[in-house]
């Protein structure tokens, strides 16, 4: 069953256009019962007509000079490309007004953190953090415990990130010097909350059942150990290794881009044992003769996640 963000993106060439189609469309990692959710453009007239955002978006691909040069302007991390993206949309919104973005939160010379957003709209006053996050889940553990979903480097944790969201990141701008921050902007206190994207890896080998709170339809993958993938991947099926600047929207790449197996196995023979986690893609090339990603795996280390 194809969503409307499928449709829309078989007319997207451009990679950040898609990108950008990606961050306002695709389904929300978590379904609100762990922290509280807010889409961020829950009460514009984009979510209420649709097609009014699909033909804003549609202009970008056709003329994406502004979004490149605005992109340009910021950090390359997937995390801040992320929400630069959003920052990009929100200033078009036709009935959201983007009050700050990345406002640094102080106190006595120190900082406390910041906010990712705060918006006003028909609704009120929102501060809302953003994440874009890929964990993947537990072989032996219990997956519905968000604590057993690693990042690919197995240093971040869904139930920390859970965890900080409710203890800091969330409350920051009901703090004294939240509030301070927040004076020159608005006389209504916000209300805060949160949005994540991204996709929940599921082991190759076993089944795992997906962490308490997430949302029913948040994006799928499959991770596997790199002793496992001569025996996962099949001999007509085309995979690809894809940057990381290249994690959100899913793959479409030209004809010249495309891997063929030498490459690949090339590629693999290269990669060190104790090389990070590699986001693979399997391809299938579709009637523009384009390659277009059918399915997304991460490949591991032998010893991953480690001690």
């Known amino acids: 069953m194809t969503t ?10 451009q990679p950040q256009v898609r990108d950008l189609a990606w961050t306002l469309l695709s389904p929300a990692l978590l379904d609100g019962r762990t922290i509280p959710l807010r889409d961020p453009l829950a009460a514009s007239i984009w979510r209420a007509e649709p097609q009014r955002l699909i033909d804003w978006l549609l202009c970008q691909e056709a003329e994406p000079t502004t979004l490149l040069a605005y992109l340009a302007g910021g950090s390359s991390r997937l995390g801040r490309y992320y929400e630069r993206l959003w920052q990009f949309a929100l200033q078009a919104a036709p009935d ?24 006003r709209d028909d609704q009120g006053t929102h501060h809302l953090e953003l994440a874009i996050k890929l964990y993947l889940g537990p072989e032996q553990a219990a997956g ?13 944790r869904l139930g920390l990130k859970l965890e900080h969201l409710r203890r800091h990141q969330l409350p920051l701008a009901s703090t004294p010097a939240g509030r301070q921050a927040l004076a020159a902007l608005t006389e209504e206190a ?3 909350a949160a949005w994540l994207a991204g996709y929940l890896f599921y082991p ?18 499959r991770w596997l150990h790199r002793r496992d993938w001569p025996h996962a991947a099949e001999a ?9 600047q290249r994690w959100l929207a899913p793959a479409r790449l030209e004809q010249a881009e ?15 044992a104790d090389a990070p986690a590699q986001l693979l893609v399997r391809l299938e090339r579709c009637e523009s003769n384009d390659w277009q990603e059918r399915e997304r795996v991460f490949l591991v280390s032998d010893d991953w996640p480690g001690p």
């Open 236 to 244: 007509d099926q085309h995979w690809q290794m894809l940057p990381r």
């Open 96 to 119: 959201v007004q983007l009050l700050a973005a990345g406002l640094p939160v102080r106190q006595a010379g120190q900082t406390l953190g910041e906010l990712d957003l705060l918006l």
């Open 190 to 192: 916000p209300r805060s």
């Open 4 to 13: 409307p963000l499928d449709d829309l993106l078989q007319h997207l060439r």
């Open 144 to 156: 519905d415990d968000a604590d057993n979903w690693l990042g690919p480097a197995s240093e971040d």
């Open 204 to 221: 190759w080998t076993q089944a795992c059942a997906a962490p308490v709170g997430s949302a029913q339809g948040h994006l799928r993958g």
């Open 258 to 272: 495309a891997w063929d197996e030498a490459t690949l196995e090339n590629w693999l023979a290269q990669l060190a």
